[in-house]
């Protein structure tokens, strides 16, 4: 059901092996368990509910790098809104926990969404 | 029941080692060919090579023996120089219009003594080291060129443009030197084309986080053979862009342009061995030289290649990185800094390293765009000469009589290359035998 | 020799690469010193329209009957001076090239006069050799225009009918009752989705209909002898022995896939299939495969075989890509190692299946995928490959993707053939950059998985390449045989055999001496590629090396050493 919303042709022709995105990605250079790779690849897998619940796509600051550079065309920023979209339906303890409220993700976070 | 030599002609385009092939069996078979090459000497991208894999044999000295056999072959005429202007008719009756451009040399005369090479001022970069030095207005494009003629580059020479200096004729021995050359255009009746005309190199400026152009030493991989080999710009020294230092490592990227849905889409499939080679090559030349090289998918599917990566991991201390590097920066020293994945711990972390190679991706030849229009045979969507059936007659391009053989209708290697120059020479015969009656003679 | 030689020494300056170092006016004097020399002069470029043309006059009016250039190196001018001899009427083979650009000049740049003496020294060798040269004549043979084709795969089928269609006779020959090799086995083919069995019937009825092929089914060669153009195949049928006579040979035996026994409990767990099998339950479109597994590598790229078998990965996504085309719903997973979609349609065929819903999972070859069942297969488990934690795929059918092997028969038939093999069994081609269709044995071609595996558009490029070659050596205008080769005086020849044990093109044979049971060493000139082993080896001196005789080499030593006296 939430794979549905999740369009095959947005992050299926990640590459898995390539890891541009986390080469460039400035939050997994400070906070070594962010993985933009692993994001998409769960995603990919279906395997949402740990995403849903967890803290890690509410730590993306939508600078966009990543999608810039994908050699797959991942559109990671779009991935990313539709994980927050339904992380907030859902009202996750991540949700609360970050203060969020809107899938552009946290206020006073200094970036704006892309 | 025995087979008549061939009464006809064939045209092939493009005189690197697919064509050469071609023209060598199409000989052998009893036609009478024409090889058209544009540059002034055969030989093509393998003759840039310093050594080909996986026996790292020395790339020009295989391919010396095949530019001789070719060009003294009794049943080939090669015309260097030269260009495909017009190709009108059919199958079996192509007429071909050949524009021999002019040398301004008497190669009739010239033997290629190089003497006007000291006395020439204009100094301009070199194509075949890839802009890594220069050569003169008057130039060879490499020492081992067949024919080994000089030519000289009409829009850099003094004498040409601006009527000033001569230099090259007053120091000529041989009095081969000609200002008032002209262009020659050469008819000729063919049956049958095949086309050959090999590879160019993706601009890996292109792909800005990398620092192409803009980091000193981040350079590319044809850059890096030209420097590895004896005969380059600084005689086999691995002396990187910055400061001539012998880098102590040298990280190999890989699909720099290719599998990069903003760029190349597909596979260039040879950069995974080469860059096996360069690998190996600059540990080989330098035992305390650490190697690594970046990739997704190792691509070593050929005879012995498996092997020649084991090797290059157990023997040459190559390590292998399953990554795509994010972005390239540089430290104070001129370091390329390469930020990453590590893809089996998930972490982002840096390598620094003292020079970077880029394996860019390989396009078909830039000339095809026009050649295309010429010989009536449309490009797919990557530029590559259009295969009618890719299963069954994979060197049978949509238009009837004309073949192509080579990276010019897929990326490939050289025994790929020379298999297939082969086989459209199989081809060509078996098509001009069904002609029997309606071939025009040679 | 029943002639006085009269010998014509031409000295090159070739510009300055000889000329810089060594003094060519001394050498050119010295020259005429020689006992035997009639005439020398020095060239600017000998290699020259303009220095040919000298050789030629002089030839004409000192009544020349040798040649000797020093010039440069042989590999690049070597045919165009003996070229021109023969022009001026003078024999190739009384000609001798001396090189005194790389074995001279090149190599003492910086002691010009030790150089002028080494040039001396070599032209004094050159000049030795040279009188004792004698003319011979090249002979022409034969290749009798018929091939034949060992293998009625997709291979061996577009070889024989490109052939027949150029006028050829060709022979097919296959082990089987049938035509079409794994062609039998397969549903649809890359890159063009192609069913097999359209593309087969249509091989095979060609081949059936050509006039030039004779089709052998259920027949295998049992024996060869001969060599290039002159083949005598013989032939095991289901109905009798067959001889053959032909001019060359097309080896397109193909390879197996690699038996899955003992492999991810294949033949143990049912819903462990191999790849032969997931396409003939394709073709026979049943269902009831559900959700599927491919695992790529399974057996290959480890200890027993270092190798890849190249087109499998491409075929998985085929058949993933066609699984999910069938069945949209169904779960279609490959795990791999490394994904070979190399090139430009197995790329795009990557694509199309990761658009479908096919999912790629890499696995370390250290952990293996787990299959999961108790009866029959439930699932799979994959651990690693940059995913973190371990993941259990429910599958029903896992499809074991081995490689190629070579096939069982290989060795026997490289016997037969005395051709290499390597390692792994494939066919050893003669250089495995330039030359990949031929063996070093003239006139016996390779092509297809036989030779490495490889797929259907490869196999055809491979087997249209072997058709040149043969059609080469069969057509065109005729061929020569260098006369640098070896003969046996069989008045001194004692039959020892030591010859023929060491010849590697295997050009020598021993068989009765006319007249008589004794045997003597004949050398096929045909085959002799002049090497020199056999002159070397020989223990009674029986054996003459043409154009480089003991004694022309004797001479040169004597004349090399001459100046120590």
Not at chain 1, 8 to 25: L, N
Not at chain 2, 278 to 306: C, N, Q, S, T, W
Not at chain 3, 449 to 473: F, N, R, T, V, Y
Not at chain 3, 522 to 533: A, D, P, R, S
């Amino acid at each position: 059901m939430l794979r549905a919303l999740i369009r095959p042709d947005q992050i299926f022709y990640c590459f898995a092996d390539c890891g541009v995105c986390e080469g460039y990605c400035p939050v997994a250079r400070q906070e070594p368990t962010f993985s933009p790779r692993r994001i998409v690849m769960a995603a990919a897998q279906g395997n949402l509910t740990a995403l849903l619940s967890g803290d890690d796509i509410w730590r993306c600051r939508s600078c966009g790098r990543c999608s810039y550079h994908c050699p797959a065309a991942v559109d990671f920023l779009s991935l990313i809104r539709e994980l927050r979209e339904q992380a907030l339906a859902l009202k996750t303890e991540a949700v609360a926990r970050q203060g969020a409220t809107s899938k552009d993700g946290i206020k006073g976070d200094g970036r704006e969404a892309a | 029941m025995g087979v008549k030599p061939p009464e006809a002609a064939v045209l092939v385009i493009g005189g690197g080692i697919a064509g050469m092939q071609a023209a060598i069996d199409l000989g052998n078979m009893g036609y009478r060919v024409h090889l058209v090459e544009r540059s002034p000497s055969l030989g093509g991208r393998m003759a840039q090579l310093d050594k080909t894999f996986p026996t790292n044999d020395c790339a020009i000295c295989i391919l010396a023996p095949k530019m001789r056999e070719c060009f003294d072959h009794a049943d080939v005429t090669t015309h260097t120089y030269a260009e495909l202007v017009e190709l009108t008719g059919e199958l079996g009756g192509f007429k071909a219009r050949v524009r021999l451009k002019p040398r301004y040399v008497d190669t009739a005369r010239c033997t290629g003594c190089g003497e006007c090479l000291f006395k020439c001022p204009v100094k301009v970069p070199n194509e075949f080291n890839m802009g890594l030095d220069k050569r003169r207005a008057i130039y060879m494009p490499f020492l081992q060129a067949v024919p080994k003629k000089m030519t000289i580059d009409a829009s850099r020479c003094m004498q040409l443009t601006r009527g000033k200096c001569g230099n090259c004729a007053k120091v000529c021995q041989a009095g081969a030197i000609d200002y008032a050359q002209r262009e020659e255009m050469l008819e000729l009746s063919v049956a049958a084309v095949v086309l050959a005309t090999g590879f160019d190199l993706y601009g890996a400026q292109a792909l800005t986080s990398y620092g192409y152009g803009r980091i000193k030493n981040v350079i590319t991989a044809m850059e890096f053979e030209r420097l590895i080999c004896a005969s380059g710009p600084t005689h086999g020294h691995l002396e990187r862009p910055s400061d001539h230092a012998i880098p102590d490592s040298v990280a190999f990227i890989q699909c720099v342009g290719s599998r990069n849905m903003k760029h190349k889409p597909y596979c260039s499939a040879v950069c995974c061995m080469h860059a096996t080679k360069e690998a190996i090559l600059a540990a080989e030349h330098y035992p305390e030289l650490k190697p690594y090289i970046f990739y997704m998918d190792m691509r070593a599917v050929g005879k012995g290649f498996f092997k020649y990566v084991q090797r290059a991991q157990s023997d040459y201390r190559v390590t292998y990185v399953r990554s795509r590097p994010g972005e390239i920066k540089e430290d104070g020293a001129g370091n390329p800094v390469l930020w990453y994945e590590d893809t089996d711990s998930s972490r982002v972390k840096s390598l620094t390293v003292g020079l970077v190679v880029l394996a860019q991706a390989l396009l078909p030849s830039r000339g095809n765009d026009a050649l295309s229009e010429i010989v009536g045979v449309p490009l797919d969507d990557y530029g590559f000469f259009r295969i009618e059936d890719k299963l069954l007659r994979p060197m049978d391009t949509v238009r009837p009589g004309v073949f192509a053989c080579g990276f010019c209708q897929s990326p490939q290697d050289i025994p790929d290359s020379v298999t297939q120059a082969s086989g459209a020479a199989a081809r060509v015969a078996e098509v001009l035998a069904g002609q029997a009656g309606k071939v025009n003679a040679a | 020799m029943n002639e006085a030689a009269r010998i014509g020494v031409f000295v090159c300056h070739c510009g300055n690469n000889i000329g810089g170092v060594v003094d060519v006016p001394a050498v050119v004097d010295y020259a005429r010193t020689l006992s035997g020399v009639a005439h020398a002069e020095g060239n600017l470029y000998t290699c020259s329209e303009d220095g040919l043309g000298k050789i030629a006059a002089a030839v004409g009016k000192y009544g020349l009957n040798r040649v000797v250039v020093a010039s440069c190196t042989p590999r690049t001018h070597e045919a165009l001076f003996q070229s021109c001899c023969e022009k001026a009427g003078v024999n190739k083979y009384l000609f001798e090239f001396v090189n005194l650009r790389e074995h001279c000049s090149w190599v003492h740049m910086k002691e010009p006069e030790r150089a002028t003496l080494k040039a001396q020294a070599l032209v004094r060798m050159g000049v030795a050799k040279a009188r004792l040269l004698e003319p011979s004549a090249e002979v022409g043979f034969a290749v009798r225009p018929s091939c034949l084709v060992v293998g009625g795969g997709v291979a061996g089928m577009t070889a024989a009918l490109n052939l027949a269609h150029q006028g050829f006779e060709v022979h097919l020959v296959e082990r089987a009752d049938q035509l079409g090799g794994k062609l039998r086995l397969l549903h649809r083919l890359f890159p063009t989705g192609q069913r097999a069995s359209v593309i087969l019937d249509s091989l095979a009825a060609q081949v059936e209909h050509s006039p030039n092929i004779t089709l052998h089914l259920g027949s295998e060669l049992a024996g060869l002898f001969g060599y290039i153009g002159n083949f005598k195949a013989n032939l095991r049928t289901p109905e009798w022995d067959v001889e053959l006579e032909v001019g060359t040979i097309i080896i397109a035996t193909g390879a197996s896939e690699l038996p899955a026994a003992g492999l991810y409990r294949y033949g143990d767990l049912p819903g462990v299939v191999t790849q032969l099998e997931l396409e003939r339950r394709l073709k026979e479109s049943r269902s009831g495969l559900g959700n599927v597994a491919m695992v790529l590598c399974a057996g290959a790229r480890g200890e027993n075989r270092q190798y890849c078998s190249r087109f499998c990965c491409m075929n998985a996504v085929k058949n993933a890509t066609l699984l999910k085309e069938a069945d949209p719903q169904r779960a279609v997973y490959v795990l791999y190692r490394d994904l070979m979609t190399y090139g430009v349609e197995a790329e795009e065929w990557l694509a199309r299946s990761k658009k479908l819903g096919v999912r790629y999972l890499r696995y370390r070859p250290e952990c293996p995928p787990v299959p999961v069942g108790d009866g029959k297969l439930s699932g799979v488990r994959v651990s690693g490959g940059g995913l973190g934690a371990d993941i259990e795929l429910a599958v029903d059918t896992l499809v074991l993707i081995t490689p190629l092997v070579a096939n069982q028969g290989s060795p026997d038939l490289a016997r037969l053939l005395r051709v290499p093999l390597i390692d792994e069994h494939f066919f050893l081609e003669a250089h495995v950059k330039l030359r990949p269709v031929e063996f070093a044995t003239d006139g016996i071609y390779v092509c297809g998985s036989a030779k490495w595996p490889c797929d259907i558009p490869e196999s055809i490029s491979q087997s249209l390449g072997a058709a040149a070659k043969a059609a080469s050596a069969m057509g065109g205008r005729g061929r020569k045989v260098e006369a640098v080769t070896a003969v046996v005086d069989e008045q001194l020849c004692r039959g020892c055999g030591v010859c023929e044990s060491l010849c590697p093109y295997s050009a020598i044979e021993l068989r009765a001496r006319e007249g008589g049971a004794l045997l003597a060493a004949h050398v096929n000139e045909v085959v002799c590629k002049g090497c020199g082993v056999c002159g070397v080896a020989c223990p009674s001196r029986a054996i003459t090396n043409r154009h480089f005789t003991t004694d022309q080499i004797g001479a040169m030593i004597e004349a090399a050493l001459a100046d120590l006296r």
